[in-house]
């Protein structure tokens, strides 16, 4: 079992910065492929950004390519995303996601990861 805590929400202006953090519970966190996905209100979850098991591969979507950037301290058993140049359309709930990986792949899709956690509201402002 793996439990997931996000943090580092918060109401800003566009243009702003925000930093999420997601914290893993265990000892095994360097073999899970971490993910970001978001929810905005009448909005199916999408998926935001992904980082493979070590870190050395990552994907995101088109929508935050450029301007966010997602990565992880396997030490801390944390994978954090960096969002900046924040718009209106970034108002969703995020959520941190984890799939065990054997390999070095980047999981895309919201089916494919098993542990999901609470989520964190991110609201910007125009």
């Known amino acids: 079992q793996v439990q997931l805590v996000e943090s580092g929400g918060g109401l800003v202006q566009a243009g702003d910065s925000l930093r999420l953090s997601c914290v893993a519970s265990g000892r095994t966190f360097s073999s899970y492929a971490m993910g970001w996905f978001r929810q905005a209100p009448g909005k199916e979850r999408e998926f935001v950004a992904g980082i493979s098991r070590s870190g050395g591969s990552t994907y995101y979507s088109d929508s935050v390519k450029g301007r966010f950037t997602i990565s992880r301290d396997n030490a801390k058993n944390t994978v954090y995303l960096q969002m900046n140049s924040l718009k209106s359309e970034d108002t969703a709930v995020y959520y941190c996601?984890?799939?065990?990986?054997?390999?070095?792949?980047?999981?895309?899709?919201?089916?494919?990861?098993?542990?999901w956690g609470q989520g964190t509201q991110v609201t910007v402002t125009s």
């Open positions: 996601a984890a799939r065990f990986s054997i390999g070095e792949y980047v999981h895309r899709v919201n089916y494919q990861y098993t542990y």
